[in-house]
């Protein structure tokens, strides 16, 4: 039965972190370099695709001999947002992460099948887009789950956060040396990094999604066990999971419904409110009062993701909008050499 007064019971038991301060907060560094190092390479990807493009080829060199804005203040609002990030994640326990790894897993797997049926492959982009938090909480869930009982956690919690660390200030000086010099190296060739993202930086969003697979996979299992742990007993299994699927059942008809009929930024967070909505309505179900604090800890967490990643949104529309006008250009050069061949 649904009671108040048994979360108040159980104030003395919560702290801000799960278990270890301090390995809560390696958790949310490797979270946090996780989700810097996604969101530096798809800036490094998409400002290659936009130099490659012959018409924006005098932009992008406007846009490197007058560098935007000033550096120490990108690099201040930049340490703000990670470690913004990193404390965010620390904060959100374990069971509220493997619930958003779940729910995020099983929606990503929708819209895939039906980015399958679609010749356009719509939304793949934007859920990439969107996986920013969902991707840290399942990097804290996997960490969690792999070092729970260890003798010496914390110890290995600091190697993988200083490993996170360096990966997130490589693929950071990547960003920045890409975009101040990449124009102007690709044309003259006598920079090694430059010349090597010429040739193979096509790749780095297909390399992105099946790295970001793969993380997801690994959390999936991690927050399955999780929620078996500490949610589903004999006698509250049912009261879990017939809310789960009827909120999931609802927020993913939804979603298809008006995914095609809004804009890519009120579609991202719409979103973002629908699934955190119905996380939250779970966990007034069958969790206590400090899971619905972490809920609304993820709601922050989001919008410190995904407020300053709008030029990747703007990036992604763009490159579908390109790409769904390329298709009937093409079709039509197919039906005008048709029609020129039966003439002939």
């Given at each position: 039965m649904f009671l108040p007064f048994s979360w108040i019971l159980g104030t003395s038991?919560?702290?801000?972190?799960?278990?270890?301060?301090?390995?809560?907060?390696?958790?949310?560094?490797?979270?946090?370099?996780?989700?810097?190092?996604?969101?530096?390479?798809?800036?490094?990807?998409?400002?290659?695709?936009?130099?490659?493009?012959?018409?924006?080829?005098?932009?992008?060199?406007?846009?490197?001999?007058?560098?935007?804005?000033?550096?120490?203040?990108?690099?201040?609002?930049?340490?703000?947002?990670?470690?913004?990030?990193?404390?965010?994640?620390?904060?959100?326990?374990?069971?509220?992460?493997?619930?958003?790894?779940?729910?995020?897993?099983?929606?990503?797997?929708?819209?895939?099948?039906?980015?399958?049926?679609?010749?356009n492959g719509r939304g793949l982009d934007l859920l990439l887009i969107q996986c920013q938090f969902s991707l840290g909480c399942g990097l804290t869930c996997t960490l969690g789950f792999l070092h729970q009982g260890a003798p010496h956690s914390s110890l290995s919690l600091f190697l993988a956060a200083a490993l996170s660390w360096a990966l997130a200030s490589f693929?950071?000086?990547?960003?920045?040396?890409?975009?101040?010099?990449?124009?102007?190296?690709?044309?003259?060739?006598?920079?090694?990094?430059?010349?090597?993202?010429?040739?193979?930086?096509?790749?780095?969003?297909?390399?992105?999604?099946?790295?970001?697979?793969?993380?997801?996979?690994?959390?999936?299992?991690?927050?399955?066990?999780?929620?078996?742990?500490?949610?589903?007993?004999?006698?509250d299994a049912l009261k879990l999971w017939t809310p789960l699927t009827l909120c999931y059942t609802m927020l993913v008809v939804y979603i298809q419904a008006d995914q095609n009929r809004q804009t890519g930024t009120e579609a991202l967070l719409h979103t973002v409110v629908l699934r955190l909505g119905a996380i939250l309505v779970l966990v007034l179900t069958v969790g206590d009062w400090s899971d619905v604090l972490h809920v609304l800890i993820t709601f922050l967490g989001e919008a410190v993701c995904l407020l300053p990643s709008q030029d990747l949104l703007q990036a992604a529309i763009q490159e579908e909008e390109d790409t769904s006008l390329s298709k009937p250009s093409h079709k039509t050069r197919k039906r005008t050499q048709k029609t020129s061949s039966d003439d002939s």
């Open positions: 038991e919560w702290t801000p972190f799960g278990s270890s301060p301090i390995d809560s907060f390696f958790q949310g560094l490797v979270g946090a370099c996780g989700i810097s190092v996604l969101c530096n390479l798809m800036r490094v990807y998409h400002f290659i695709q936009t130099c490659s493009d012959s018409e924006s080829e005098t932009e992008s060199k406007q846009r490197a001999s007058s560098p935007p804005g000033n550096p120490l203040k990108g690099n201040w609002r930049t340490s703000v947002h990670f470690w913004s990030l990193a404390v965010l994640l620390s904060l959100v326990g374990s069971r509220v992460s493997s619930l958003i790894v779940l729910e995020f897993s099983l929606r990503a797997v929708s819209a895939w099948a039906s980015a399958g049926l679609d010749a693929s950071h000086s990547l960003w920045s040396h890409v975009a101040r010099l990449y124009p102007l190296h690709s044309t003259e060739r006598y920079c090694g990094k430059c010349i090597t993202l010429l040739t193979s930086g096509h790749a780095i969003l297909a390399s992105l999604q099946r790295a970001v697979v793969l993380a997801f996979t690994l959390a999936t299992v991690a927050s399955t066990t999780t929620v078996y742990d500490h949610f589903l007993s004999q006698k």
